[in-house]
């Protein structure tokens, strides 16, 4: 099978090495940076690259997007008489409500657009911070539309186990980008305020644990594709956020009122839900 991934940064980059680890060798890569594709060739984990990728995707199986949500309709539009006939794009964009059905306005007929998402990534970007171990035992989300073909599904959701997904998974783009706003963008959010919220010119690195390494983490952030991602899903984003403000306004309250038995509640409750997640 030939395979392109256009976007070898940190999520392309580790498909590529991931695909490399388990056997596939006809794996060719488009970046508009040519250090990024250098790097690549070097560390074997491609065939060939370039910066346009004309001449790999008219023998293209499977073509892997690893690039900004706003892109990707671009990408689709700039290339959809370049696509070899039958075969299957897939993506790996944190959103997908945003832009499929301008994608599905402009993909030919005979071409198969298998929406994806791997559930892993890291906060640094780039080809130098790329990994085939970051997807080992991550979740991968497939939400499929009415045109896709159950085959071609199969073979997304064949390869994602293949490099090392642990659980594979259906849902559809709305439910998708739902739980996404809870489950990754509200964390992020939340790790940006925590570490902004600091006073300024303190010596706060004396005196953290793994409390606060932990949850300020992913407040190191690729800030253009964050943005993107935020307010591409903001209505999802938004009610998640209001939320958390509620159960925050609730341990507020309790500890201005001095209430031990409403505070103990709550951890107990927190307790039960993360032993059973």
């Given at each position: 099978m030939n395979i392109v991934i256009v976007g070898l940064g940190v999520i392309g980059g580790s498909f590529a090495m991931a695909l490399n680890k388990v056997g596939y060798k006809d794996v060719y890569g488009v970046d508009v940076d040519e250090k990024t594709l250098k790097k690549a060739e070097t560390l074997g984990i491609i065939k060939a690259g370039c910066t346009s990728g004309e001449k790999f995707f008219e023998k293209a199986d499977l073509i892997i997007l690893s690039i900004y949500p706003k892109l990707v309709a671009r990408f689709i539009e700039k290339n959809r008489d370049n696509f070899k006939k039958g075969s299957i794009i897939t993506d790996a964009t944190g959103i997908k409500g945003m832009f499929i059905k301008d994608i599905m306005n402009i993909l030919p007929e005979e071409i198969d657009f298998v929406f994806g998402h791997p559930m892993a990534g890291r906060e640094k970007k780039g080809i130098d911070f790329a990994t085939d171990k970051v997807f080992q035992n991550a979740n991968y989300i497939i939400t499929p539309i009415e045109r896709n073909k159950e085959k071609n599904i199969k073979v997304?959701?064949?390869?994602?186990?293949?490099?090392?997904?642990?659980?594979?998974?259906?849902?559809?783009?709305?439910?998708?980008?739902e739980m996404i706003g809870f489950t990754s963008q509200l964390p992020h959010a939340m790790a940006v305020a925590?570490?902004?919220?600091?006073?300024?010119?303190?010596?706060?690195?004396?005196?953290?644990?793994?409390?606060?390494?932990?949850?300020?983490?992913?407040?190191?952030?690729?800030?253009e594709l964050w943005s993107e991602l935020f307010l591409g899903n903001k209505n999802n984003l938004l009610k998640a956020i209001n939320n958390f403000e509620l159960e925050l306004d609730l341990i507020k309250k309790a500890i201005y009122d001095d209430d031990k038995e409403k505070l103990m509640e709550f951890f107990r409750k927190s307790t039960i839900r993360r032993e059973k997640l």
């Open positions: 997304v959701e064949n390869l994602a186990r293949e490099i090392g997904f642990k659980i594979v998974r259906r849902i559809t783009p709305e439910f998708h980008d925590l570490i902004n919220s600091d006073e300024e010119n303190r010596d706060t690195g004396s005196f953290i644990g793994d409390s606060y390494r932990d949850l300020t983490r992913i407040a190191n952030i690729n800030e």
